[in-house]
């Protein structure tokens, strides 16, 4: 996968060089490009913002810098498919895991990190006539700028993609996975640790009762900390025990 990214503060991203996305890099599993915005801006002062049209507080990024850096950034393509635009903005549709999955198939992504008030609407519109164009919130508040925005994106999707976390399995029983429970409590060594004791069941070996009770403490947590996702559950996939949870 390739994955580039426009922002005014190409240091914001160091920490794609770390952990597993930096790993995915190093394996070259993952093709990741920082690009500074203020390259393509217009002026001495390389300025990127202006005052917003219909008065108001706070600054907007400007349609010309930004179409000029999408062009050249997406110009990469040659005759080939186009990148799918992501613009991280808090009045997007809510980024979720499906999401992610969903961006773990895309062969390139291009990310346009705003800032101040955010990016002039016509940018989006102009690059929809070109790419396929996202406009994502990671939740529902508000962040100075589309960096750590964009940087949970990648994360969840880079991990996902095959080979980058090493046991596959690992992303089998995870939180908002295909079962749409929230994932039961996990423990390790020592079994006692300042008085508190592992649950016996999981120190017994046996495998039927090990997943009954996962199941168990799984819907349990779900129930307290999300209704929502107990509401959404396809009332089909619940067993009898499920229910008396
Ligand atoms: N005026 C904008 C609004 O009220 O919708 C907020 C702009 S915010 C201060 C600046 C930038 O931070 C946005 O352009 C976006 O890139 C990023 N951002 C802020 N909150 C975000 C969120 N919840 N999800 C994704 N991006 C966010």
Redesign the pocket.
């Known amino acids: 996968m390739k994955i580039d990214i426009v922002t005014i503060f190409p240091d914001y991203l160091a920490p794609l060089e770390l952990s597993l996305v930096g790993k995915a890099r190093e394996t070259g599993l993952l093709d990741v490009r920082v690009h500074d915005l203020r390259n393509w801006t217009h002026d001495r002062h390389r300025t990127v913002d202006d005052t917003p049209y219909g008065g108001g507080a706070g600054m907007v990024m400007k349609p010309d810098v930004w179409g000029d850096a999408l062009d050249d950034v997406a110009s990469d393509a040659g005759t080939g498919p186009a990148p799918r635009l992501i613009v ?5 549709v809510p980024f979720t895991q499906g999401m992610a999955a969903e961006l773990a198939d895309e062969p390139w992504l291009v990310f346009a ?7 002039d609407a016509r940018v989006v519109q102009d690059a929809a006539t070109r790419m396929r164009v996202s406009e ?4 529902d ?6 960096e750590v ?1 964009a940087l949970v994106m990648i994360e969840a999707v880079v991990r996902l993609l095959p080979g980058v976390v090493g046991n596959p399995e690992s992303l089998r029983e995870e939180s908002h996975g295909e079962d749409g429970l929230l994932e039961y409590p996990v423990y390790t060594k020592p079994p006692s640790w300042r008085g508190l004791q592992v649950p016996e069941v999981l120190l017994s070996g046996h495998h039927g009762r090990v997943a009954r009770w996962r199941r168990d403490q799984a819907l349990r947590l779900t129930a307290q900390r999300r209704p929502d996702l107990i509401d959404k559950l396809d009332p089909d996939a619940l067993d009898d025990h499920d229910r008396s949870v």
């Open positions: 991280p903005t808090p009045a997007g990190c705003g800032r101040y008030e955010g990016i994502i919130s990671i939740g508040y508000v962040l100075n700028g589309g925005a």
